[in-house]
């Protein structure tokens, strides 16, 4: 299972592949197979494809399309979590990407605790 992220208001997968399908359609349609692929069968073992970030503690990786990527971090071992898109212009992913997606992660679990937290007080 894959989910997108919220980032407060913001949905930052959704509206970076709603860009990338007005500006780079064979990009889109590219990093799209490999999503549908990851949700069908998990994360690929191709390395032209996914990657995992090992500069990270906890399970952080992106989805590679040519130049596009989309990082991820994983909750348990079945569900998949979009944290944020960006085109990708240097050989390695920039320390501000991985950054957001840490935060991004974080928050989201944070989230998670709390409301398990809120379900068991009830």
Do not use: W
């Not at 999503?35 to 990270?56: F, M, Q, W």
Request: hydrophobic fraction near 35%.
């Amino acid at each position: 299972m894959i989910d997108l992220l919220a980032d407060g208001e913001r949905e930052p997968v959704g509206e970076f592949l709603e860009d990338l399908k007005a500006k780079r359609l064979d990009e889109y349609k590219r990093i799209v197979a490999v999503l549908a692929r990851a949700g069908l069968h998990g994360p690929p073992g191709d390395e032209r494809t996914y990657r995992t970030i090992k500069s990270v503690s906890g399970q952080l990786a992106e989805f590679k399309g040519h130049q596009a990527r989309i990082m991820c971090c994983f909750d348990g071992t079945r569900r998949i979590v979009l944290t944020h898109g960006f085109i990708k212009k240097k050989n390695k992913t920039g320390p501000e990407e991985i950054a957001r997606a840490v935060r991004l992660r974080d928050g989201y679990l944070l989230e998670k605790m709390a409301r398990a937290r809120q379900g068991r007080g009830r």
